[in-house]
């Protein structure tokens, strides 16, 4: 009786320990999923903040190998020549598309070459403008041919700039400068204001919005403002858009809330384009 007891009380000990190894292992295989699952996570969303906000990647892309640039959702032409350098204008002649210069989701915007028709247009234009009268008054036979002379006239129009003047530049936020403008290698395009925590990024000048939307990498939430053919302002790494696209401003209206980049806060990002290049901010605005 007393053997029979102790066998029974051996088999249920051993059980136990089974148990007991069983719920050990599983534990450790838990374990091991929520490590994977959570180094998983971090490295995720470490990627994605250095993509959005370090200040390196506030640049002018360089032209894809395939020459082209397929339109998203949210891009306009304007953001696509702000994001690689170029002349809103001549990537709209480049690639014929007229004013109000509509494009779609998945349309292949053509770049590679667009950067030379802007530099022929800007040594061309003048000789163009002068040149097409004077034939059509010396030939007097071509009177006769209506269609010659109309699209040959038509090329100075488009190519004529919108280039009234913006008037007086102002600030966009009240603040001190802490990194530079600089147009070598992959620097700043622009400048970095520090302001105070809850400031309203302003419009420099009066002008029409553009683009306002996050698509663009390393801008974060971006206002683009044309204020005329010229010359286009950019404010990046807003907390919240104000404005919405096609609203005219006039300078010192809202565009956004302050925001910043990483572990600058409040901090504004601001550029200026002149005929699509980076040109220093500061030598448009007024001295502090």
């Known amino acids: 009786m007393i053997i029979e007891v102790k066998n029974i009380l051996g088999a249920s000990f051993k059980k136990c320990g089974e148990i007991k190894r069983i719920n050990i292992f599983c534990r450790l295989v838990l374990l091991c999923f929520l490590l994977t ?3 998983y996570e971090v490295l995720h969303y470490s990627d994605k903040n250095n993509a959005s906000y370090s200040s390196n990647n506030a640049r002018v892309a360089s032209v894809p190998s395939s020459g082209y640039h397929r339109v998203q959702g949210g891009d306009t032409l304007f953001s696509i020549a702000f994001r690689y350098g170029l002349d809103y204008r001549e990537l709209a002649r480049f690639n014929r ?3 109000p210069y509509v494009i779609y989701p998945n349309q292949k915007i053509k770049l590679s070459g667009a950067k030379a028709a802007v530099a022929k247009a800007s040594n061309s234009t003048a000789k163009t403008t002068t040149s097409t009268p004077t034939e059509v008054k010396k030939t007097p036979a071509q009177t006769s041919v209506s269609s010659t ?3 040959v006239v038509k090329e100075p129009i488009t190519d004529t700039k919108d280039d009234k003047p913006v008037g007086d530049w102002s600030w966009p936020v009240d603040g001190s400068v802490i990194r530079g403008f600089s147009n070598a290698g992959v620097s ?10 809850g400031a309203l990024v302003k419009a420099a000048a009066s002008g029409t919005v553009v683009y306002a939307g996050s698509g663009l990498i390393g801008y974060g939430n971006l206002v683009i403002v044309k204020h005329n053919d010229i010359y286009l302002s950019a404010y990046a790494y807003n907390e919240r858009i104000l404005v919405k696209e096609k609203q005219n ?3 010192g209206d809202s565009l956004a809330v302050i925001g910043g980049k990483g572990e600058d806060r409040p901090l504004l990002h601001f550029e200026v384009r002149r005929d699509g290049q980076p040109i220093d901010p500061v030598s448009v605005l007024p001295k502090k």
């Open 149 to 151: 002379p109309k699209t």
């Open 97 to 99: 598309i007229d004013a």
């Open 37 to 39: 699952g959570c180094s």
């Open 249 to 251: 401003v006039k300078a």
């Open 188 to 197: 700043s395009k622009g400048i970095d204001i520090k302001a105070e925590e």
